[in-house]
């Protein structure tokens, strides 16, 4: 049984930083994606970044890049989402998501991933 359990979030001023982690367990996850999604109410939940894990791919939205960054630790099984300059607009609660690569159409799309975490709230003061 896939486990994902985010923590890291809280409440930061625009221009400060998070970091987000993901202790995922039940797999080994060397062939899998690792995604980070976010969503606010009211709106469909959307793609932050992507990994592939054993080759180390990344994949971002634009509006991210240059300011988060993806990483993992294969020897304990984590997923990390540094947030650095981080702006009002990225409050939401941000997720972790786990899939086999032979099972993902798109590691942008949520419907491509059955593994999902609680979820972390993020929010960004002005």
């Known amino acids: 049984q896939v486990q994902l359990v985010e923590s890291g979030g809280g409440l930061v001023q625009a221009g400060g930083s998070l970091r987000l982690s993901c202790a995922a367990s039940g797999r080994t996850f060397s062939r899998y994606y690792m995604g980070w999604f976010r969503q606010v109410p009211g709106k469909e939940r959307e793609f932050v970044t992507a990994?592939?894990?054993?080759?180390?791919?990344?994949y971002y939205t634009d509006s991210v890049k240059g300011r988060f960054t993806i990483s993992t630790d294969n020897a304990k099984n984590m997923v990390y989402l540094q947030m650095n300059s981080l702006k009002p607009e990225d409050t939401a609660v941000y997720y972790c998501a786990a899939q086999s690569a032979q099972s993902v159409w798109s590691y942008r799309a949520p419907r491509s991933y059955d593994y999902w975490g609680q979820g972390t709230q993020v929010t960004v003061s002005s």
């Open positions: 990994i592939r894990w054993s080759i180390c791919d990344t």
